[in-house]
Each structure stands twice: as C-alpha cells, then as structure tokens.
T-cell receptor, first 112, second 109 residues
Framework: DTGVSQDPRHKITKRGQNVTFRCDPISEHNRLYWYRQTLGQGPEFLTYFQNEAQLEKSRLLSDRFSAERPKGSFSTLEIQRTEQGDSAMYLC??????????FGPGTRLTVL | EDQVTQSPEALRLQEGESSSLNCSYTVSGLRGLFWYRQDPGKGPEFLFTLYSAGEEKEKERLKATLTKKESFLHITAPKPEDSATYLCAALYNNNDMRFGAGTRLTVKP
C-alpha cells in the first residue's frame, strides 16, 4: 500500500504528558498537511509543509504544538503538556500539487 | 472568514432511494471544491475535485456538480455500503482549505 500512513493509530495519555505522532506521506508528494478533527466536525487545518519548509500555521496552533518535516519526507507533530481539550483525531494529508489532498488513517488521541 | 456549510446534517435513506447532499461555500477566491467520504474511525477518502461552475464528475452511484455558489453530491439508488459521512471542502486562493461538518448518510436495506 503506497498511501499516507500514520503512527500510532491510537494514543492514550495523561494530562501534562508530551506526545509525538508520525506521518509518512505518499512518496512522490512534496506537500504535507496536518489537521485536527473532533467528533461531528470536519477536519480543521493546523499546519502545512512544502518539502521541508513549514509554510503555514493555523492561528489555532498553540505554542504547545510543533511540527517538523526533516529532509522533506516524513513529518512529526508534537504536543507538549497535553490538555483534555487536545483529545481529537489528528489527520495527515499529502499532495503533489496545490490541490487534491490524500489523507492517512489518522491518530486518535485521548487525554485523560 | 471563509465558510463551508453542509446540509442536511444527517440523512437516512432506504436502499434504492436517490437523494442529494448540499454544500454551500464562500464564493470569493474559490480555487477548487472537493468531496470526501469518511467512514467511522478512518481518514477521509478522496472522491471528486470540481473547479468551475457547470462541471460534473461521476463515480459509480455518486455524481458531484458545481454551481456558482454551491455543490451537490447526488446519490443514485444507494446501497447500505454507501453509508458514511460525506465531507465537502473548499480550497481558496490563499491556500486556505475549509471543510464543512459533513452529512452523515445512513442507507437502510
């Protein structure tokens, strides 16, 4: 399968702990996106990379969130000092052009 | 602020009962309109991209259309396996991608 992959698929953590998620995009795609989705809502944009450069960050992305894409391949999203409000599905998507984005299966985060 | 609104929020159909889902969006600066299908606990699955008013695309029992201010996803003779949440997303010239909250479709046998 050459689609977008994410790891882990599920993460349960205690409030105040740090968590890190990984996304491996489709190999020929140079654009990578992170979204957050809560129950009953559509995905909400967090940040965007073109190759290794982080070009956009949502105003909703607090200082506790950081994302990297070293060497323009896989990406990581770290959340520091997690809060219960961070509980959500974190989705990664990739694209080869500025348009159609292909999504991974997501990482479900539960903060207790 | 750019907005995308989907209706209805939920739709229950009998197998074979055709219907349409609606997506309305902020028109100014639109570059493309996307439809995705999402099954519970999974990531969205790409269905269609539409770029200009009058454009139509089809895939099996689904057909997406675009007018100047809204898009429709028509479902013809749906089957239970078409049950899912259908998401609409609008991409704007400033690279802003906005998703609607989705329509939760249930098709009963």
């Amino acid at each position: 399968d050459t689609g977008v992959s994410q790891d882990p698929r599920h993460k349960i953590t205690k409030r105040g702990q740090n968590v890190t998620f990984r996304c491996d995009p489709i190999s020929e795609h140079n654009r990578l996106y992170w979204y957050r989705q809560t129950l009953g809502q559509g995905p909400e944009f967090l940040t965007y990379f073109q190759n290794e450069a982080q070009l956009e960050k949502s105003r909703l992305l607090s200082d506790r969130f950081s994302a990297e894409r070293p060497k323009g391949s896989f990406s990581t999203l770290e959340i520091q000092r997690t809060e219960q409000g961070d509980s959500a599905m974190y989705l990664c998507a990739s694209s080869s052009s500025i348009d159609t984005q292909y999504f991974g299966p997501g990482t479900r985060l539960t903060v207790l | 602020e750019d907005q995308v609104t989907q209706s209805p929020e939920a739709l229950r159909l009998q197998e074979g009962e055709s219907s349409s889902l609606n997506c309305s969006y902020t028109v100014s600066g639109l570059r493309g309109l996307f439809w995705y299908r999402q099954d519970p606990g999974k990531g969205p699955e790409f269905l269609f991209t539409l770029y200009s008013a009058g454009e139509e695309k089809e895939k099996e029992r689904l057909k997406a259309t675009l007018t100047k201010k809204e898009s429709f996803l028509h479902i013809t003779a749906p089957k239970p396996e078409d049950s899912a949440t259908y998401l609409c997303a609008a991409l704007y010239n400033n690279n802003d991608m906005r998703f609607g909250a989705g329509t939760r479709l249930t098709v009963k046998p």
